[in-house]
């Protein structure tokens, strides 16, 4: 079982940064692929970032590649989602999901364990 706190979230202004943080519980938290995901108001939830278990291997929506960093601290079983450039379209709640394995997926079904996500809000 693995539980799933995401942090620091909020209200900015376009071209700003924010960073995310994922805090997992339990130790085999290094045996977990991560993944992000975001909601907008009337929208599916969609794919953002991934990062294989070891963090060698990344992988990003279109929508945010340049733009969005997800890295990783098994030490401290934390991942993170770094956003620069915010634009108002990436107004969303922000989930971060594990996935048991080594290997990122795009597929929201694909994920074990999720997050109650953290609000990030993009202002004009």
């Known amino acids: 079982q693995v539980q799933l706190v995401e942090s620091g979230g909020g209200l900015v202004q376009a071209g700003d940064s924010l960073r995310l943080s994922c805090a997992a519980s339990?130790?085999?938290?290094?045996?977990?692929?991560m993944g992000w995901f975001r909601q907008a108001p009337g929208k599916e939830r969609e794919f953002v970032a991934a990062?294989?278990?070891?963090?060698?291997?990344?992988y990003y929506a279109d929508s945010v590649k340049g733009r969005f960093t997800v890295s990783r601290d098994n030490a401290k079983n934390t991942v993170y989602l770094q956003m620069n450039s915010l634009k108002p379209e990436d107004t969303a709640v922000y989930y971060c999901?594990?996935?048991?394995?080594?290997?990122?997926?795009?597929?929201?079904?694909?994920?074990?364990?999720w997050g109650q996500g953290t609000q990030v809000t993009v202002s004009s």
């Open positions: 999901a594990a996935r048991r394995g080594s290997a990122w997926v795009v597929k929201r079904s694909e994920y074990d364990y």
């Open positions: 339990g130790r085999t938290f290094s045996s977990y692929a």
């Open positions: 990062i294989r278990w070891s963090g060698g291997s990344t």
